[in-house]
């Protein structure tokens, strides 16, 4: 059974860079899109970025284009998010999930990220961004 886990959180100032890390455990991310979606106090999940295995196609929503990059090495089962240019609005609780057979798409609030399709939820991962 797939699981998978996050990590890379931290305090960072306004301007400043993290890294975070989706790693995979139980099952390989074969034909798997792996998504990294974000939760803040009292707001809905959103979709952040998309990555995935089928065809390489990556996904950036409009408030982090430009500043995110996804990146990953399915065969050895961990994606990164480089998260540059932060803002205090990007501070949240960031989550990956999987999708299998799932190609992504760009742009958009969410990324074209339906979280209700997503599995395999890690526990999060916190990121505050804050002077």
């Known amino acids: 059974q797939l699981q998978l886990v996050e990590s890379g959180g931290g305090l960072v100032q306004p301007g400043g860079s993290l890294r975070l890390a989706c790693t995979a455990s139980g099952s390989t991310l074969d034909y798997y899109a792996i998504g990294w979606f974000r939760q803040a106090p009292g707001k809905e999940r959103e979709g952040v970025s998309c990555l995935s295995d089928n065809d390489g196609s990556t996904g950036y929503s409009d408030s982090v284009k430009g500043r995110f990059t996804i990146s990953g090495d399915f065969a050895k089962g961990t994606v990164y998010l480089q998260m540059n240019s932060l803002k205090p609005e990007d501070t949240a609780v960031y989550y990956c999930?999987?999708?299998?057979?799932?190609?992504?798409?760009?742009?958009?609030?969410?990324?074209?990220?339906?979280?209700?399709?997503?599995?395999?939820w890690g526990q999060g991962t916190q990121v505050t961004v804050s002077s």
């Open positions: 999930a999987a999708l299998k057979y799932y190609y992504c798409e760009n742009g958009g609030s969410n990324a074209g990220l339906k979280a209700a399709d997503f599995g395999s």
